[in-house]
């Protein structure tokens, strides 16, 4: 299965099963007021080096958030993330799993730039907070790391990449579904392959939860 080939699924939606479905106006304000803080935040050396904080793209009760490392040139350029290649990459996935532009969202570890695209652990331990207030006003089914970074950030006992990726398991109060990074499958036929079986898992187990 390519997902650059397969077919674009109508999307697929669950109000029933989603405890936030309905964004209720506290959650708007409480949103708008955490990206705000995000936007001028200058916590950590990487504030005075970025154009934008890069925040979050998507719905706000999404079923699906998928966080990445850190913003790359594209993302710092334009403050959204994933809309280079590796984002071009993602979405074909998304298309690929029926989720409407409501049903999912992006985010990052790390919210603004580091030089050269050096994750830098420092300023991922800063900027932390940020992203479990986000995920705790977003609420979403299901937290799709990309990348061992981001699975590291999120969960330090994880396995090695490889090891984890694919299959899904219970952390810390949220349900956690590691993926490698879109833009390995862009590097290797190999990694391609175990990107494409892996979304084709990350699907089953959301067909699952439908039924
Ligand atoms: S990386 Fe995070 S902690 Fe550092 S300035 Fe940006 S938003 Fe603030």
């Given at each position: 299965?390519?997902?650059?080939?397969?077919?674009?699924?109508?999307?697929?939606?669950?109000?029933?099963?989603?405890?936030?479905?309905?964004?209720?106006?506290?959650?708007?304000?409480?949103?708008?007021?955490?990206?705000?803080?995000?936007?001028?935040?200058?916590?950590?050396?990487?504030?005075?080096?970025?154009?934008?904080?890069?925040?979050?793209?998507?719905?706000?009760?999404?079923?699906?958030?998928f966080?990445?490392?850190?913003?790359?040139?594209?993302?710092?350029?334009?403050?959204?993330?994933?809309?280079?290649?590796?984002?071009?990459?993602?979405?074909?996935?998304?298309?690929?799993?029926?989720?409407?532009?409501?049903?999912?969202?992006?985010?990052?570890?790390l919210?603004?730039?580091?030089?050269?695209?050096?994750?830098?652990?420092?300023a991922?331990?800063?900027?932390?907070?940020?992203?479990?207030?986000?995920?705790?006003?977003?609420?979403?089914?299901?937290?799709?790391?990309?990348?061992?970074?981001?699975?590291?950030?999120?969960?330090?006992?994880?396995?090695?990449?490889?090891?984890?990726?694919?299959?899904?398991?219970?952390?810390?109060?949220?349900?956690?579904?590691?993926?490698?990074?879109?833009?390995a499958?862009?590097?290797?036929?190999?990694?391609?392959?175990?990107?494409?079986?892996?979304?084709?898992?990350?699907?089953?187990?959301?067909?699952?939860?439908?039924?």
């Amino acid at each position: 299965m390519s997902t650059t080939r397969r077919r674009t699924k109508a999307p697929r939606t669950a109000p029933a099963l989603h405890p936030n479905r309905a964004v209720d106006a506290e959650v708007r304000r409480a949103w708008g007021r955490l990206s705000a803080e995000i936007r001028a935040c200058r916590r950590c050396p990487l504030g005075d080096l970025r154009t934008h904080a890069v925040v979050y793209r998507g719905g706000l009760a999404p079923r699906v958030v998928f966080v990445g490392e850190a913003p790359g040139a594209e993302e710092d350029r334009t403050g959204v993330p994933f809309v280079g290649r590796s984002g071009r990459e993602l979405d074909r996935a998304v298309a690929t799993l029926g989720l409407s532009d409501e049903d999912f969202g992006v985010l990052n570890t790390l919210k603004c730039r580091p030089p050269g695209n050096r994750f830098d652990p420092s300023a991922a331990r800063t900027c932390r907070p940020y992203l479990d207030r986000q995920l705790e006003l977003l609420h979403p089914e299901v937290v799709v790391t990309l990348g061992a970074r981001a699975l590291a950030a999120i969960d330090p006992t994880a396995l090695p990449m490889l090891s984890a990726a694919g299959r899904p398991r219970a952390h810390g109060g949220i349900t956690l579904f590691p993926l490698i990074h879109p833009a390995a499958a862009l590097r290797s036929r190999r990694l391609r392959e175990r990107w494409e079986r892996d979304v084709r898992v990350l699907d089953q187990w959301l067909a699952e939860r439908l039924a």
